[in-house]
């Protein structure tokens, strides 16, 4: 018999717990954030809404001090039969992050802080492409899926400088 839990549309990654440290191989590769390898953390999921025609990824440190928080990785238009991401994966179509570029930039908490809470956040969405200026935000990427998100699974790890 299957139960609503296994339904449950759900993100989780094989290198770290929900809740827990996220390891410095995803830490930026700043010197003074660690020294990480900066390398997107492997990501799957299951439970997917039907209908889904594409997903959206955000990663956002809400910890952080910049006003909505820091924006460490957008992704879009993923394909709708994608359910991981490698380490270190690079989707098609990611928007420019906090740091200025596109694509995965790790934690980097300032030093003496407590612990950051890094929000990994997929959404799975009925639209196959969204409509885009070139050089989108995350408020572009969010903009544009509103009304058009089917569900959303969040995965929330730590990070904080030794």
Same mark, same amino acid.
């Given at each position: 018999?299957?139960?609503?839990?296994?339904?449950?549309?759900?993100?989780?990654?094989?290198?770290?717990?929900?809740?827990?440290?996220?390891?410095?191989?995803?830490?930026?590769? !700043?010197?003074?954030? !660690?020294?990480?390898?900066?390398?997107?953390?492997?990501?799957?999921?299951?439970?997917?809404?039907?209908?889904?025609?594409?997903?959206?990824?955000?990663?956002?440190?809400?910890?952080?001090?910049?006003?909505?928080?820091?924006?460490?990785?957008?992704?879009?238009?993923?394909?709708?039969?994608?359910?991981?991401?490698?380490?270190?994966?690079?989707?098609?179509?990611?928007?420019?992050?906090?740091?200025?570029?596109? !694509?995965?930039?790790?934690?980097?908490?300032? !030093?003496?802080?407590?612990?950051?809470?890094?929000?990994?956040?997929?959404?799975?969405?009925?639209?196959?492409?969204?409509?885009?200026?070139?050089?989108?935000?995350?408020?572009?990427?969010?903009?544009?899926?509103?009304?058009?998100?089917?569900?959303?699974?969040?995965?929330?790890?730590?990070?904080?400088?030794?």
């Amino acid at each position: 018999m299957l139960t609503l839990a296994a339904l449950a549309f759900t993100l989780l990654s094989p290198a770290f717990a929900a809740g827990a440290p996220i390891p410095r191989a995803h830490a930026n590769a !700043g010197a003074e954030c !660690g020294s990480g390898g900066n390398l997107s953390p492997p990501l799957q999921w299951s439970g997917v809404p039907k209908r889904t025609r594409s997903f959206a990824l955000t990663l956002v440190d809400p910890d952080a001090k910049a006003p909505g928080g820091w924006v460490h990785w957008v992704a879009y238009d993923i394909p709708p039969q994608t359910s991981t991401l490698a380490a270190g994966a690079r989707p098609a179509h990611e928007a420019l992050t906090s740091f200025g570029t596109a !694509g995965y930039g790790g934690p980097c908490p300032p !030093g003496g802080d407590p612990p950051h809470h890094y929000h990994f956040t997929l959404y799975a969405l009925d639209l196959a492409a969204l409509t885009l200026p070139s050089r989108p935000r995350i408020g572009d990427v969010l903009a544009a899926m509103k009304g058009h998100i089917l569900g959303e699974a969040t995965l929330i790890g730590t990070y904080q400088q030794r």
